[in-house]
């Protein structure tokens, strides 16, 4: 009888000792080989084509240089057959979750779960199906099921000037109207679409089909 080769994973998180305990636990695990560890999102990218592990398990704040998410998407979004990203974090605000998804994730785990969910999220990652921490997936249904926003005509301007990576001086001059008015409809804006940050506006917006 032939036995299952084991999921093939590297693991990218910029804390050396989360890493390793990371790697410690992950160790115990018969069925997972951890086949390369990063600590950048670069790093990750390039050990992702160079190792081509089944399953990237991805920090989303890496400190300097590309985030999780800017990494996901490299690795999703690669030539061949790309290997199925796996997002282990603290962060669950529904922009967070957003962006990593749009980037090509496979789930979303907190790290706050037991060690069997770890193992069985990453066994899910790497058939390709989706695993979800229940927070999480609570906030995804609840987005879901929520009515989309109404922005007001000036709004989706602004929003589509921000999906082009204008500041808010370049779209006061782009729009004929003062920063100031640009910070207060941005202001609205956050609060509409749910996210404190001008990347989880434009992540939601293009989520929910607001941006063309």
Known sequence: MTSTPPVRLLVCDDHVVVRAGLLALLGSAPDIEVVGEAGTGEEAVALAAKLTPDVVLMDLQLGEGIDGVEATRRIASSSGTPPHVLVLTTYDTDADITRAIEAGATGYLLKAERPEELFSAIHAASQ???ALSPPVASRVMARMRAPHPTLTDRERD?????????GNREIARALFISEATVKTHLGRIYDKLGVDTRAGAVAVAKEQRLLP
């Open 158 to 166: 602004i929003l589509g000037q921000l999906s082009q990576g204008l």
């Open 128 to 130: 390709g199906r989706t």
